[in-house]
């Protein structure tokens, strides 16, 4: 209960300051439009009706959180999972490319950080272009990706997919590769003293060795994986998907569903970084290790 607590406390204290910093910029980014209307409307409200206005705006600039919190409700929990309003249908358009993005990220990730640890070639020409590749923003990147598989008639999830697999593959990458040159001398020259071979080494010490630092790294990849696939929405035209709803809330200045959508996005981010944790400290424990 104590570890429980020790965690949840802190979470929510700063949850809460977090809130009333959201309460305080909505009334501020929101008073210069409601003092026109009050203007035009021959209106002089008091102080406490002045920012109970302000903080109900049907599209205001900063949508208030309460604004938002009745907003996610009823689109998540309120309509049919099958509507285009819905939130959880919008989600899982955007998570189905996400997980796919991931799984490939990871894996060419893993495939990298092997070639690298066996290859110094590859560690001195291959590591540096990596690095580069990051520099790119992503937002140069996914119209030509859309336009290019469009071109040969791939479109849907494959694109949307790849995208995410250009962020997610990264932090794998350099994880694995800090996971795998993580056994110290003494256990190597252990391993070659019992005259273990080169894929003896790597399977049973390089391998469970790097598994803390491939689960570390790829909360970081799912995560990015996630930007990646709402990113790749933007510019697709897609009518469905976290990006696509932000897109079309844009149009349309609706900054509550804009808001709504990004906690809905902020939600499915925290749930697969939680997901892949679990499934890391399961992995740990069956190796043997202790829980912390």
Not at 164 to 171: A, R
Not at 208 to 225: D, E, G, H, R, Y
């Amino acid at each position: 209960m104590d570890r429980a607590r020790d965690r949840i406390v802190p979470v929510l204290a700063i949850l809460a300051g977090l809130v009333v910093v959201w309460y305080i910029a909505a009334v501020l980014l929101n008073a210069p439009f409601q003092r026109d209307l009050d203007r035009r409307a021959g209106e002089a409200p008091d102080t406490v009706a002045f920012i109970a206005k302000t903080l109900s705006q049907p599209k205001p600039t900063m949508p208030a959180p309460h604004q938002v919190a009745a907003n996610f409700f009823e689109n998540t929990f309120l309509r049919k999972i099958t509507s285009n309003r819905s939130l959880v249908y919008h989600a899982w358009v955007t998570l189905s490319s996400t997980l796919m993005g991931f799984a490939f990220g990871t894996a060419l990730g893993v495939l990298i950080a092997v070639g690298i640890v066996h290859f110094t070639s590859l560690d001195r020409s291959l590591m540096p272009w990596l690095i580069a590749s990051q520099t790119i923003p992503i937002l140069a990147i996914a119209p030509m990706v859309i336009v290019v598989f469009a071109a040969i008639g791939v479109t849907g999830i494959i694109p949307k997919s790849l995208i995410s697999t250009y962020l997610s593959f990264f932090p794998v990458a350099v994880g694995m590769v800090k996971g795998l040159r993580s056994p110290e001398i003494t256990h190597l020259d252990l391993m070659h003293t019992y005259n273990a071979s080169a894929s003896q080494t790597f399977w049973k010490l390089r391998v469970p060795a790097s598994t803390p630092f491939l689960f570390a790294s790829m909360k970081v990849a799912v995560a990015a994986s996630l930007v990646g696939a709402i990113v790749a929405e933007l510019p697709t035209g897609a009518v469905a998907g976290i990006g696509a709803k932000l897109l079309s809330a844009s149009y349309y200045s609706q900054t509550i569903d804009m808001w709504s959508a990004l906690v809905a996005g902020s939600i499915v981010a925290a749930l697969l970084v939680t997901l892949v944790g679990q499934i890391g400290r399961l992995v740990d424990r069956s190796m043997g290790a202790r829980p912390a």
